[in-house]
Structure formats: structure tokens, C-alpha cells
């Protein structure tokens, strides 16, 4: 699905160096299976209070720059989720760090659904979702506000001729790495050996240092439907960890 060209920039824009996408295609699936009674009262109860204001090109078409109190209502350290499937991670993390305001984005509504069911049931205040492409949150968010970033089981996009639409290329890495402040912490979790060798090679270029990588999880990890599938299936998950340079 391609997104029509955003107007020309503003010359108030007081972020100048955010990317100005012209053509930006999407890849991947944003609707699955029918949406259950419950999670369609989800989507329609809860997305609107916890959906940040401004994202979207259609309700900001000239991409200006949004204020990142507005997330929270204060100035609390903001981490950043990139496509959280079910939205496992995400609810245990908020739960487990609440003076930190942890802001999601996935495409794929049925996952945003089932987000917001767990949302519910663990009674956390301190999550904003997107329900959309993170490259739109990235375009809008000021320079140097993301403390942390996780990149949890991604599509894999397994043929050769697909790599391109991985997260890990310069498209997606470039707004995150001017997104994330100096020294903030990059962590990308994959069972699939050749996109983390494509990690390891393009994170780096991007603007950040290799801190570990290895088959050890980290000490605050939290197990996601993807992980379980992957070692049902005989797949062996590696954990890397960049930094922000």
C-alpha cells in the first residue's frame, strides 16, 4: 500500500532534519482472521484515548513536529516499540517499569486488538499505541526523545528479493537512529539467523555500536508468542543489543 506525497515542508518546522518521505510504501498484512466481539469493543472503546494525536498523514499531512509531553502529559523517559504482535512484551514492560512511558506501533489490527485486551486486564496507564507504520511516529517525534527501542521477532521477509522491506535498512534505521537520544538502547530479538546477520551489518552503519549479541536473553525479557512458536519449531532465538553512538 503506497501513501500519497505529504505537502511541501514548512519552512517554521522547527525539526528541519526529520525525513520527508515522498513515496513510502507499506509491506505486510493489516487486517487477519475476524476480529472477536470483545476485541471489536476494544478497538472502538480504547484505541481512540490511547492513539497519540498527530501521527497519522492524514490528521498531519505537513508532518510537523509533535510535542512529547503530549504522550504522558509530563516528561518522563519515553521507550519506543516496533511492531509488538500481541502486545506481550509491551504490557509486562509497562507493568514492570512505570515511570517510563512506552509507546507501541504495529499495522497489523487484530495484534493492536489483542494489545488492547491486555491493556485492559493488567490495568496499566503508561502505553500509547499506533496503530500503524512506526516510520510515521518517527517522521514527527522531535530529535534525541526515544531512551529505548525494542525490535521484538520482526518479519523475517525470508526471500533474498524481500530484504529490502526488513526493518533493519537504512529506510527504517536512519529516522530511528535520529529519534533515539545519544547513548539510548537499541534491542532486536529474531529466531531467523540471516536477520540478525543483516542486523549486525546494518544497525551499525546506521549510527550505532554493537554492545552483545549472543543466545542469552536479556535480565527484564519477557517470552512472546513468536519465541514460543520458534522453539516449538527448532529455532534457535538470538538477542542483540546496540547503542545509540
Same mark, same amino acid.
Given at each position: 500500500?503506497?501513501?500519497? $506525497? ?36 476494544? !478497538?472502538?472503546? /480504547? &484505541? ?6 498527530? +501521527?497519522? @498523514?492524514?490528521?498531519?499531512?505537513? #508532518? ?13 523517559? &519515553?521507550? !519506543? ?20 512511558? +512506552? ?5 497489523? +489490527? ?7 485486551? *491486555?491493556? #485492559? ?11 500503524? /507504520?512506526?516510520? /510515521? ?8 526523545? +526515544?531512551? *529505548? ?9 525470508? *526471500?533474498?528479493?524481500?530484504?529490502? #522491506? ?27 539467523? /540471516?536477520?540478525?546477520?543483516?542486523? !549486525? ?8 555500536? !554493537? ?5 542469552? $536473553? ?10 514460543? *512458536?520458534?522453539? @516449538? ?13
Amino acid at each position: 500500500m503506497s501513501e500519497t $506525497p505529504p505537502n511541501a515542508p514548512n519552512p517554521n518546522d522547527p525539526n528541519p532534519d526529520a525525513p520527508r518521505s515522498a513515496w513510502r510504501n507499506f509491506y505486510g498484512r493489516r487486517f487477519g482472521h475476524t476480529l472477536r466481539r470483545a476485541q471489536k469493543g476494544y !478497538l472502538a472503546d /480504547d &484505541l481512540g484515548d490511547l492513539c497519540p494525536a498527530g +501521527i497519522s @498523514r492524514e490528521e498531519n499531512p505537513e #508532518r510537523n513536529v509533535i510535542d512529547p509531553v503530549a504522550l504522558f502529559g509530563d516528561a518522563r523517559p &519515553l521507550w !519506543l516499540e516496533v511492531g509488538f504482535g500481541g502486545g506481550e512484551h509491551m504490557v509486562a514492560m509497562a507493568a514492570r517499569y512505570p515511570e517510563v512511558g +512506552i509507546v507501541g506501533c504495529e499495522p497489523y +489490527i487484530n495484534g493492536v486488538a489483542m494489545l488492547l485486551g *491486555k491493556i #485492559r486486564a493488567a490495568g496499566v496507564g503508561n502505553l500509547a499505541v499506533y496503530p500503524g /507504520d512506526a516510520r /510515521d511516529l518517527l517522521d514527527v517525534l522531535p530529535a534525541g526523545v +526515544i531512551a *529505548k527501542a525494542f525490535l521484538n521477532y520482526p518479519d523475517p521477509w525470508p *526471500k533474498r528479493r524481500h530484504h529490502r #522491506r526488513r526493518f533493519v535498512t537504512a529506510d527504517h534505521l536512519g529516522p530511528l537512529a535520529r529519534a533515539l537520544a545519544p547513548g539510548a538502547e537499541f534491542r532486536v530479538a529474531t529466531d531467523i539467523a /540471516d536477520y540478525m546477520r543483516q542486523a !549486525l551489518e546494518e544497525v551499525p552503519q546506521a549510527g550505532f555500536g !554493537l554492545v552483545s549479541v549472543g543466545a542469552a $536473553p536479556w535480565d527484564d525479557w519477557v517470552r512472546t508468542r513468536y519465541e514460543a *512458536k520458534a522453539l @516449538r519449531e527448532g529455532r534457535a532465538p538470538q538477542y542483540a543489543t546496540f547503542r545509540r553512538l
